[in-house]
């Protein structure tokens, strides 16, 4: 059974920082890409970082650039997102998902989902 439990999100301040986990049971996360996905009210899900298994290449959307850190741990089968200096425009319900070992940061590249984490970046 493929599971992907996201953990680490809640309220933080503007300016803040939040580390979000992936945590892969039932597969070897490394022998899929994985990518952080958010949703706002009202907005399409986007993809935010992607991380690929075969070369660890990454991902990530303009708007995170410099702020946002994908990693990977396969010792224990977890991927994280570091989030620093977070503003309102990041808050949203981020999910994450593995996909082929080749794909793309879309939705569509991605079939196994976790049940999302709210954050929420407010003053």
């Known amino acids: 059974q493929l599971q992907l439990v996201e953990s ?4 933080v301040q503007p ?3 939040l ?14 890409a994985i990518g952080w996905f958010r ?8 993809g935010v970082s992607c991380i690929r298994s075969s070369d ?3 991902y990530y959307v303009d708007s995170v650039k ?4 994908i990693s990977r741990d396969n010792a224990k089968n977890t991927v ?10 990041d808050t949203g319900v981020y999910y994450c998902a593995a996909g082929t070992v080749q794909a793309m940061c879309v939705t569509t590249f991605y079939d196994y989902w976790g049940q999302g984490t709210q954050v929420t970046v407010s003053s």
């Open 8 to 11: 680490g999100g809640g309220l």
């Open 15 to 17: 300016g803040g920082s």
């Open 19 to 32: 580390r979000l986990s992936c945590a892969a049971s039932g597969f070897t996360l490394d022998d899929y």
């Open 39 to 46: 949703q706002a009210p009202g907005k399409e899900r986007e």
């Open 56 to 58: 660890g290449s990454t």
């Open 66 to 69: 410099g702020r946002f850190t």
């Open 80 to 89: 994280y997102l570091q989030m620093n200096s977070l503003n309102p425009e």
